[in-house]
């Protein structure tokens, strides 16, 4: 199938059962990262940024868990940034990336534009923009990765993903939507992925400017801008990642995480989980050091220290202390106070982070860390190798995902807000409009109105 004739012709009740299903948990996984994540500082810069630079004109879109309506632009800026800003969304091992963080709100902006301007949208019509800009924004990553040098963050192929939803949402013909795929990828952002694992900043896995990217791209090619080829897709030594598509799905091989901190960490605090059900006296108070086995570059996060919410979650170290000390790794232990917490920190130290050979060499097919403990009364304890919980062979059940998105979203949303959002999610296959969870998701948490620049611009048709 080519790729224009998946994305004009594939409807969500095609795809397999279990691909369904996993795209709507990849949806309320996500929109309970944002949710999580949406009073943190990070997530309130970029509110204000888009607010004060991308005012809505001709079109506007509400920013997630906010209600301004600004220019899509801005939206998916405040929407990519605000996912990002906390490390729980999904991922995937052959892109070694994500494409949720970026896709998820960058889709969002650009439907809810398309509706103010008087568009309906289903829920069915939704949920297959997305299964196809998630199907092929991962394809995307595991071309460039496989063609490219350098390791880059994940808005370098993302993008490519925002263009193919957003195609089928638009009804873009095949001229337009080949230029605009050329376009995100030629504008996608090559971050030098490892640079913000060495030294974590605001800027993370480039979500941002992937949403960016890709609504940009649209943007452009409607206005007759040209950009072709995406190399990524059309070049002759990329076709072994595109030529089964709509056959082997690759949203399958995503992966889930129970902790806001980076994938890299995720099988340390795995391995120390199971150890605290084998043996409940573990506690810090209980601990003499910590010596952790894992991968080179799980074994660069280290983060004994961390001085902010962006080191707390690139790092190892110190999520791993709080697990141990608060019994959970949610947004409050690494956005908070408890950054700073002297029981966390004391622990942290104690913590010996070291590169295990074995481990590296099976990266990043596998990705795996083996965690050993000496405790003050002279016991030694040591985890088996272990993966990540949450990994497609280690899959989170249906209500670990519950617990999930109502822990990361608790100190954000009302109950009753949470619970409307969950079962909207469920049933928007057979809705006949998304209206009730965009208006779920899409305004202040508060009940009160946005404030300035919340009021849609003009009916002027931009987008239809």
């Known amino acids: 199938m080519s790729l224009y004739s998946f994305v004009k012709d594939f409807h969500f009740e095609q795809a397999p059962l279990a691909t369904r299903q996993l795209v709507l948990i990849s949806l309320l996984d996500i929109l309970g990262v944002a949710a999580g994540a949406r009073n943190n500082q990070t997530s ?22 906010d209600g301004h309506r600004v220019h899509p632009l801005g939206a998916a800026w405040a929407g990519g940034f605000c996912v990002d800003s906390l490390d729980a969304h999904e991922g995937h091992f052959t892109s070694k990336g994500h494409a949720g963080a970026t896709v998820v709100p960058a889709l969002l902006a650009l439907a809810d534009a398309y509706r103010e301007q008087g568009h309906a949208i289903s829920g069915e019509e939704f949920l297959s923009a997305l299964c196809i800009a998630y199907e092929t924004g991962l ?5 460039l990765m496989a063609t490219a ?7 370098a192929f993302s993008g490519v993903g925002v263009v193919c939803g957003g195609a089928r ?6 001229h337009t939507f080949r230029h605009a795929l050329g376009i995100a990828e030629y504008f996608g952002p090559r971050c030098p992925m490892m640079r913000l694992v060495d030294h974590p900043s605001m800027l993370r896995d480039a979500h941002g400017a992937g949403a960016y990217a890709g609504i ?15 190399e990524t897709v059309e070049r002759s030594d990329v076709a072994p990642y595109w030529h089964d598509l709509g056959e082997r799905w690759e949203i399958d091989a995503q992966y889930f995480k129970p902790w806001p901190v980076c994938r890299w960490a995720q099988p340390a605090l795995t391995a120390m989980e199971a150890l605290r059900r084998e043996h409940p006296d573990i506690r810090a108070e209980n601990i003499e050091r910590i010596r952790v086995e894992t991968f080179h570059e799980s074994m660069r996060l280290q983060g004994h220290a961390p001085a902010n919410a962006d080191e707390a979650q690139y790092a190892l170290a110190f999520p791993l202390a709080a697990l141990i000390c608060r019994g959970q790794v949610g947004p409050d232990e690494v956005t908070g106070e408890a950054i700073h917490a002297p029981d966390i920190r004391a622990l942290s130290a104690r913590i010996e982070i070291v590169e295990a050979d074995d481990l590296s060499e099976r990266f990043p097919e596998e990705i795996l860390s083996r965690v050993h403990l000496r405790l003050k009364d002279g016991r030694e304890l040591s985890s088996v190798t272990t993966a990540a919980k949450g990994d497609p062979a280690t899959r989170m059940s249906g209500e670990e995902f519950r617990e999930k998105f109502h822990r990361m979203a608790r100190g954000a949303l009302p109950e009753a807000q949470s619970k409307a959002i969950e079962r909207q999610v469920a049933e928007l296959a057979a809705s006949a409009s998304c209206a009730s969870l965009f208006d ?16 849609s611009a003009t009916t002027e048709t931009a987008l239809g």
């Open 44 to 65: 309130s810069i970029l509110r204000q940024y888009a607010i004060e630079h991308y005012p809505g004109a001709t079109v506007a879109s509400r920013i997630l868990f």
């Open 169 to 174: 949402l638009l009804g873009l013909d095949e």
């Open 139 to 143: 394809r995307a990553g595991a071309a």
């Open 149 to 155: 040098p350098e390791y880059h963050a994940s808005g």
């Open 440 to 455: 779920l998701i899409l305004s202040r948490t508060d009940g009160s109105k946005a404030g300035p620049g919340s009021e």
């Open 216 to 230: 940009n791209a649209l943007l452009l090619a409607r206005a007759g801008v040209t950009g072709a080829p995406a």
